[in-house]
């Protein structure tokens, strides 16, 4: 399984930005998929998940209200579509999914948010 994530920029405070993450997993459309955002020298924390059909998520709190996700099961692609972006914002996002009991992860996309 590889995913790719893409999207990733600077960005003045407030802006907006939209990630996307493609996966190859042929059986896409029957797992949930999270975006996750990683500081330097900090654990990844988790920011955002979707439900295998796209009808349901949840966010953490310090996103909820500003980040939506979303997927295109025929693109086997998911988004995280980022508005009023803050400095805090900056970081590595990366999309993960859950195969078998195993998490893939992509490479990582970097966001930077100007002050």
């Known amino acids: 399984v590889q995913l790719v994530e893409s999207g990733g920029g600077s960005v003045q405070a407030g802006g907006s930005l939209r990630l996307s993450c493609e996966a190859s997993?042929?059986?896409?459309?029957?797992?949930?998929l999270d975006w996750f955002r990683q500081y330097p020298g900090k654990e990844r924390e988790f920011v955002a998940h979707i439900s295998p059909p796209g009808d349901s998520a949840t966010y953490a709190d310090s996103v909820r209200g500003r980040f939506t996700i979303s997927r295109d099961n025929a693109k086997r692609t998911i988004y995280l579509e980022m508005s009023s972006l803050k400095p805090e914002d900056t970081a590595t996002y990366f999309c993960?999914?859950?195969?078998?009991?195993?998490?893939?992860w992509g490479q990582g996309t970097q966001v930077t948010v100007a002050s």
């Open positions: 997993a042929y059986t896409f459309d029957f797992y949930g």
């Open positions: 993960k999914i859950r195969l078998g009991g195993i998490d893939y």
